[in-house]
C-alpha cells in the first residue's frame, strides 16, 4: 500500500471547511469521492489541519494510504479534471508510511488580507475583508511584534478550543501593505481553533486605535477570550503554506 501526499488549493466560499461534516459538502468530502470516482476506493484523506466555513487555502497538505498504481505523476491532473473548478490538487508525490499531514508538520503559514479602500476590489472580494476606512498600519505591526514567541494563546482562542494546552510558538509575524490593501502574514507550529482571525480582529481595534499596540502584551497575560477583540470573518484567511522536515 502506497502513502501519497498531496497539495492542494482551493477557493472555501461556498463549502462547510475542510473537515467532513455530517452535511456534507467540505473539501475533505469532495476530495474523497472524487479519490474513490477514480479509484474505486474508499479512502480516508488526512489534512494538515482543518480550515472553518469559508476560508480558502493555498497550499493545504493531506495525505492517504491507496492500493492504487496510478502513476504519482498523474495523479494531480486526474483529480483535477474531475473536481469541481474551485479545487485544484498542485502537487502529489510519494512518502514513507510513517508520513502524517497533520504529525508531520513543522511549520505553517496563513494570511489575512485586508482591503482598506473605499470601495472594496470586485475581483477580490471573496478572499479579503472590506474596511473601508485608513487603519493606523504602524500601531498594528507593533501590537503583532508582541505575538512573536512562544505564548499560552488562551485569549486568541474561540471559547470552543478542545486542545489541552493552548501554548503555541509563533515564529514569524509580519504586516504587508500596498494599494490600500493588508496583508497579514503568521508562522508557527500551530494554531488553535479561529486564533489567527481572533489575531486579526484585535490588531484591527489597535488599528482603529480602540487599543494601543502595548494591550497585546496584557491581553496575553489575560488567558480569557474576552479580553481580545472580535473574530475576524472567514473569508479574509488563507491557509498559506505548509512546511515539513524534508
Not at 25 to 52: F, M, P
Amino acid at each position: 500500500m502506497r502513502n501519497l501526499r498531496m497539495i492542494v488549493s482551493y477557493d472555501g466560499t461556498r463549502y462547510y471547511g475542510f473537515q467532513t461534516q455530517p452535511g456534507g459538502n467540505t473539501i475533505q468530502d469532495i476530495i474523497q469521492a472524487t479519490i474513490k470516482a477514480l479509484t474505486g476506493e474508499t479512502v480516508l484523506i488526512i489534512g494538515s489541519g482543518r480550515t472553518d466555513s469559508g476560508v480558502h487555502a493555498r497550499g493545504q497538505v493531506f495525505n492517504f494510504h491507496t492500493n492504487s498504481t496510478i502513476p504519482v505523476e498523474r495523479w494531480a491532473i486526474a483529480l483535477n479534471t474531475r473536481l469541481p473548478d474551485d479545487i485544484v490538487i498542485l502537487q502529489a508525490d510519494e512518502v514513507s508510511q510513517d508520513f502524517h499531514a497533520s504529525y508531520s508538520a513543522k511549520r505553517k503559514t496563513y494570511r489575512y488580507s485586508i482591503d482598506m479602500n473605499r470601495f472594496p476590489d470586485v475581483f477580490d472580494r471573496s478572499f479579503r475583508f472590506h474596511h473601508p476606512t485608513p487603519l493606523r498600519v504602524p500601531e498594528m505591526k507593533d501590537g503583532l511584534a508582541r505575538l512573536v514567541g512562544e505564548h499560552d494563546f488562551s485569549s486568541f482562542a474561540s471559547r470552543r478550543s478542545t486542545k489541552t494546552s493552548h501554548v503555541r510558538t509563533l515564529y514569524e509575524a509580519r504586516i504587508d501593505e500596498y494599494d490600500g490593501k493588508l496583508d497579514v502574514y503568521v508562522t508557527g507550529n500551530g494554531f488553535l481553533y479561529n486564533m489567527v482571525r481572533v489575531i486579526t480582529g484585535t490588531l484591527l481595534w489597535v488599528g482603529e486605535g480602540k487599543l494601543n499596540p502595548g494591550d497585546i502584551t496584557r491581553i496575553l497575560a489575560a488567558r480569557d477570550r474576552s479580553a481580545a477583540g472580535p473574530t475576524a470573518v472567514a473569508r479574509g484567511l488563507i491557509l498559506w503554506r505548509v512546511d515539513y522536515p524534508e
